[in-house]
């Protein structure tokens, strides 16, 4: 469940079984990858390793080796030393959900076919991308397993309205509310939402259908450009689907296919440990959504493991007896092991009296946050955690995604065809001018600052202890209402930065302020943040 906002839910998939792939496409029509097309001997095979870990239908399921990612922070996005756990989140059984293969036609390559768009990644960015792409007259396929939405979520109601998508909202809670410490709760006067994901997916999947999307089931294995300025997507059993121009929407672990900017800050992991149950002796009113409970339940015997990882509980009671709860790491250098997360919610639930008598579900949440931005000089684009915009300091992403699929869309489908009507695809032009567009209009200067004051507070939070953390979100929702609601939901701009930083520090306790003013001259990402401002 997102702790802080809606999770980005792309889909980070690494084995898809043949017997699962459901390749409907019309093998003679096919270009299948031969050595002489690219000048090269390279074959691409799907590499896999076997576990024991079994799926809720029992199917057998398997994670990717470590040399299956383009570097060690590539491999950390993807799941690091969680991966296993993150690969059984990813391969529950959702049967309410339909099938992409069973809705969407085809992809169907000749010789004398290609895609404008190709959109690589089955989430909801992905889906959103397409649908609005191929809405504009583009054709676009779309290229990705065949997975379910597995992570349970919520968004801020108003939120979800803005985009047209409150009818997926399941159950609203009129109020959230936020305990610190044994003081008096924060109510935060915001309704907050669970998302449906059966309906999110369906109403995603019904945009891609009345716009015309095609789809191929299969994992990517490589994006290499050809010498007409087009690009071949590679994807598995030696497939290759030629198109103008791809974007890559499959998660945050996407660096064999992109181009990342070196030297940035490495990457952080928000984790979760869920459960939705039956219980008895619930003490949260179930007309309020527990949105952090950082209140200290934990036993003495771990207690140590508070200095460590500092968690809150966050809690949905969907009525007084069912309830899903989740006990979150905001943030950490190195991921909370799940197994640590499980523990520690048991351990509170018990201490408070919670009795669970029925399990409905069991949920491992990994997000990453932070990290270097892709880098912008490249032709293949990205959308979505792939291009880094999970809300650094917060995990938000979806939300801003569904926002932005609209605009980013009609940015790319305005180059294609502007290219298209003067018949220019050259491989110079596509690369740089076309491309670097659509770029700009992802990451401007603008949310380049905006990120990069993000990216100071989630430093500050790594380095704060619990009593720190306490302090710091007591002060921020003291704030007026547009200002933490603004910064939860990336709509601040970099001026309204500057302003909730001064606001911040003039309310702040002195500890806390001493806190601020260190940070700032001591971390590299306070130089950084200074210096983004101040380039124009």
Known sequence: MECVGARNLAAMAFCVSPSSSRLRLRRKKLWRRRTSSFGHGIRCRSRCLKVEAKTGTGSESCVATKEDFADEEDYVKAGGSELVFVQMQQNKAMEMQSKLADKLPPISIGDDDFLDLVVIGCGPAGLALAAESAKLGLNVGLIGPDLPFTNNYGVWEDEFKGLGLEGCIEHVWKDTIVYLDNKDPILIGRSYGRVSRHLLHEELLRRCVESGVSYLSSRVESIVEASNGHSHVVCEYDIVVPCRLVTVASGAASGKLLQYEVGGPK??????????????????????????????????????????????????????????????????????????????????????????????????????????????????????????????????????????????????????????????????????????????????????????????????????????????????????????????????????????????????????????????????????????????
């Open 267 to 536: 990457v952080s992991v928000q984790t979760a440990y869920g459960v939705e149950v039956e219980v008895e002796n619930n003490p949260y009113d179930p007309n309020l959504m527990v949105f952090m409970d950082y209140r200290d339940y934990m036993k003495q015997n771990v207690q140590c493991l508070a200095a460590n990882y500092p968690t809150f509980l966050y809690a949905m009671p969907m009525s007084r007896t069912k309830v899903f709860f989740e006990e979150t790491c905001l943030a950490s250098k190195d991921a909370m092991p799940f197994d640590l997360l499980k523990k520690r919610l048991f351990s509170r639930l018990n201490t408070m009296g919670i009795r669970i008598t029925k399990t409905y579900e069991e949920e491992w949440s990994y997000i990453p946050v932070g990290g270097s931005l892709p880098n912008t000089e490249q032709k293949n684009l990205a959308f979505g955690a792939a291009a880094s915009m999970v809300h650094p300091a917060t995990g938000y992403s979806v939300v801003r995604s569904l926002s932005e699929a609209p605009k980013y869309a009609s940015v790319i489908a305005t180059i294609l065809k502007d290219g298209h009507a003067k018949d220019i695809i050259t491989h110079e032009r596509r690369k740089g001018n076309l491309s670097m567009q659509a770029w700009n209009t992802l990451w401007p200067q603008e949310r380049k600052r905006q990120r990069a004051f993000f990216l100071f507070g989630l430093a500050l939070i790594l380095q704060l202890d619990i009593e720190g953390i306490r302090t710091f979100f007591r002060t921020f929702f003291c704030l007026p209402d547009w200002m933490w609601q603004g910064f939860l939901g990336s709509s601040l701009s970099s001026t309204d930065l500057v302003l909730f930083a001064f606001y911040m520090f003039i309310i702040a306790p002195n500890n806390l302020r001493m806190c601020l003013v260190r940070h700032l001259l001591s971390d590299p990402t306070g130089a950084t943040m200074i210096k983004t401002y101040l380039t124009i």
